[in-house]
């Protein structure tokens, strides 16, 4: 565990909460969550995007989505 004293230095200088273990984010981000939401904001818009592209991707045949459901199809 971080002493809060030692949290808030790391705040306030950007190169070392970057260069800050994950668990010591943890610590950081308990209280505040803004700092978490910039950490995962940018890796959920990622992986969106990427599902989308593999959902909607008309060139990919393996896409199962749109294919009806296995119970329709033994019909």
């Known amino acids: 565990h971080i002493d809060d004293k030692y949290l808030k230095i790391l705040v306030r200088d950007r190169e070392l909460y970057a260069d800050t273990d994950t668990e010591v984010k943890r610590?950081?981000?308990r209280d505040n969550q803004s700092l978490f939401g910039d950490e995962v904001s940018p890796l959920l818009s990622?992986?969106?995007?990427?599902?989308?592209?593999?959902l909607f991707d008309h060139t990919n045949?393996?896409?199962?989505?749109?294919?009806?459901?296995?119970?329709?199809?033994?019909?």
């Not at 990622?46 to 593999?54: V, W």
């Not at 045949?61 to 019909?75: A, E, G, I, M, S």
């Open 46 to 54: 990622q992986y969106i995007r990427e599902k989308e592209h593999i």
């Open 27 to 29: 610590q950081i981000w």
């Open 61 to 75: 045949l393996n896409n199962l989505f749109f294919q009806p459901t296995p119970k329709v199809r033994r019909q």
